[in-house]
């Protein structure tokens, strides 16, 4: 039995994406984002927790996120969990858990704007997740 792997996230990009082109020429962007959780605490007292995630985007959406995507825009990703192992500089293993994101929507006000002055298309779709298999011989291309 296969089970199901996946993430659904709205919050605020902490700063602007990262582009990097990797040696196979896919693309790729990267971000965090930060979604906050507000309660109340045993005194009643009013606590926001934020958790920051690390996203990437694979293929031509990475040139959507490049194009309109900055720090503190409001977005909705979904996407799956991946969790991968590499060796930081002193040679200790250390293990990252990341989103490897498949459609996104731009929220809030505004907008993304096309040149013609139109509203531009606000939801989008990553490669198809078949091809995502992919995605993990570029990941041995990345620094860290």
């Known amino acids: 039995m296969s089970g199901v792997n996946k ?4 919050g605020r990009l902490g700063k602007d994406p990262e582009i990097r082109v990797m040696e ?4 790729v962007a990267s971000f965090t984002l930060a979604t906050s959780e507000v309660y109340k605490d045993k005194n ?8 920051w995630h690390n996203v990437s985007f694979w293929g031509p959406i990475a040139d959507v996120i490049e194009k309109y995507l900055k720090k503190g825009n409001q977005l909705y990703v979904e996407g799956k969990l991946r969790t991968r192992s ?6 200790v293993k250390k293990y990252t858990t990341e989103i490897i994101g498949q459609n996104m929507s731009m929220l809030g006000g505004g907008g993304a704007r096309q040149a013609d002055g139109g509203e531009a298309r606000t939801s989008y779709t990553s490669e198809p997740v078949a091809q995502s298999a992919s995605v993990d011989d570029d990941m041995d291309d990345l620094p860290f």
């Open 44 to 51: 009643g007292e009013r606590v926001e927790q934020t958790e």
């Open 24 to 27: 196979s020429g896919r693309k």
């Open 86 to 91: 590499y060796e930081d500089k002193e040679g």
């Open 7 to 10: 993430v659904i996230l709205v």
